[in-house]
């Protein structure tokens, strides 16, 4: 059973492009969760989404992200207009379910996504 | 919002040497995990507790969902064992994670 699935591992990215970070959740999973970790910081959540709706963007900033989670595929976050702040580590992580007092709402992490924008 | 507060900050271990880090949470949470972030940068998940005790080899964790606070014991430390380690609980609506700062374990041979 493989788990969640980030490409690419390394992004390289000028200033002004555009940034498409992409994740297959663990099989089964409907559940798909972005988080930010910014370099020597902890953490952040952006964004949560249960396919084809986004249930918290709460985390994203207002300008230049986006995530989507189609019917068919992997979940997509995309970046933008790229900005050296932008550099950080994206990771994606799935559940079964969500909730509070649900079971199988654990979350697991796919490897990231390491964007340099230079 | 719920505050997740980690200590230590930071740790340096003789290899061998038994460690306990903490995890104090502002609020009443139904879920809490426990990660290794490896020197590779991978979060590798180590325990799912929102209460109760659970072991796994040299790993153990202990949550008191009543006093809200979670402890994560590392017994015999390994150099592989070097990383920091993130604790993270739910948040009221069931469904990010919030994350405390971590706590930097350096295992040294």
């Known amino acids: 059973n493989a788990g969640v699935m980030q490409n690419p591992r390394h992004l390289v990215r000028r200033r002004g492009q555009e940034a498409r970070l992409r994740c297959s959740p663990m099989k089964g999973h409907s559940h798909v969760y972005w988080y930010r970790q910014l370099p020597e910081e902890g953490l952040k959540f952006m964004v949560y989404l249960q396919k084809e709706n986004i249930i918290d963007e709460s985390g994203m900033p207002k300008e230049r992200f986006s995530a989507e989670f189609p019917k068919e595929g992997p979940s997509i976050l995309r970046i933008q207009q790229v900005v050296r702040g932008d550099s950080a580590a994206y990771f994606c992580?799935?559940?079964?379910?969500?909730?509070?007092?649900?079971?199988?709402?654990?979350?697991?992490f796919g490897p990231g996504t390491r964007l340099t924008v230079l | 919002g719920i505050q997740v507060e980690q200590s230590p900050p930071d740790l340096i271990l003789q290899e061998g040497a038994n460690s306990t880090l903490r995890c104090n949470f502002s609020d009443s949470v139904n879920n809490l995990q426990w990660f290794h972030q490896n020197p590779w940068g991978q979060l590798i998940n180590l325990f799912y507790?929102?209460?109760g005790t659970k072991q796994n080899g040299r790993l153990s964790a202990t949550t008191v969902a009543t006093e809200r606070y979670s402890l994560l014991y590392i017994s015999s430390s390994q150099t592989t064992d070097s990383g920091v380690y993130f604790c993270?609980?739910?948040?009221?609506?069931?469904?990010?994670?919030?994350f405390g700062q971590g706590t930097e374990l350096s295992v040294k041979p």
């Open positions: 992580a799935s559940s079964l379910r969500a909730g509070l007092n649900r079971a199988n709402n654990e979350q697991f």
């Open positions: 507790i929102p209460s």
């Open positions: 993270a609980v739910v948040d009221n609506q069931g469904g990010k994670l919030i």
